[in-house]
């Protein structure tokens, strides 16, 4: 089992910065890939950014390349999300997602283990 704890949502301007956290434990950090995904209100979850299990591999939704970076640190079984230039339309609940195997999967079903969300919102 993954226990995956998300942190770090919050309130910010239109145009600011915000970086959310994972905290994982239960299983052996640097076996698991990593996404994050998100779902705003009345919408389906959609796919944000993944990472490989040593970070040599990223990959990112195009609606966020270029604004967010997804990074790991293998020392503190942590994934981070900086999120930059924020807009209204990032305002959704982020989850932490973790996978056995290499490949980054950008689909909900490809992961097995599920943090609680933090909710992210974003005001004009």
């Known amino acids: 089992q993954v226990q995956l704890v998300e942190s770090g949502g919050g309130l910010v301007q239109a145009g600011g910065s915000l970086r959310i956290s994972c905290a994982a434990s239960?299983?052996?950090?640097?076996?698991?890939?990593l996404g994050w995904f998100r779902q705003a209100p009345g919408k389906e979850r959609e796919f944000v950014a993944g990472?490989?299990?040593?970070?040599?591999?990223?990959t990112y939704a195009d609606s966020v390349k270029g604004r967010f970076v997804i990074s790991r640190d293998n020392a503190k079984n942590s994934v981070y999300l900086q999120m930059n230039s924020l807009q209204p339309e990032d305002t959704a609940v982020y989850y932490c997602?973790?996978?056995?195997?290499?490949?980054?999967?950008?689909?909900?079903?490809?992961?097995?283990?599920w943090g609680q969300g933090t909710q992210v919102a974003v005001s004009s």
């Open positions: 997602a973790a996978r056995l195997g290499t490949r980054i999967g950008a689909r909900g079903d490809d992961y097995a283990y």
């Open positions: 239960g299983r052996t950090f640097t076996t698991l890939t």
């Open positions: 990472i490989s299990f040593n970070g040599a591999r990223t």
